[in-house]
């Protein structure tokens, strides 16, 4: 597991033998488990946006849209 971004809203960690990503909704206490297609669709959509547009603010628009209904509420045990 790798840390791949942090924010003060979301972490994205990175499992790479299982190509997957995290989505930690950090002020919703939420989290996010993608893998396959739309773990790589994720990582397109991240990559695609230029350097200048790659801000704190848009990737963290970015991971709203990803998060939205599908994030499961963080349990501990």
Known sequence: MNVVYNSSQY????????RAF?????TSRR???LQ???AMGLQEA???????????ES????L????VGAAK????H
């Not at 995290?22 to 950090?26: F, P, T």
């Not at 990737?59 to 970015?62: E, G, H, M, R």
């Not at 709203?64 to 998060?67: K, N, R, S």
């Open 64 to 67: 709203d849209e990803y998060c």
């Open 11 to 18: 972490a994205i960690l990175a499992y790479p033998v299982v």
């Open 73 to 76: 509420p963080i349990a501990f």
């Open 46 to 56: 991240i990559n695609g946006l230029s350097d200048d547009e790659r801000t704190e």
């Open 36 to 38: 396959g297609s739309v």
């Open 22 to 26: 995290e989505l930690v909704d950090k």
């Open 31 to 33: 989290a996010l488990f």
């Open 59 to 62: 990737v963290d628009s970015l």
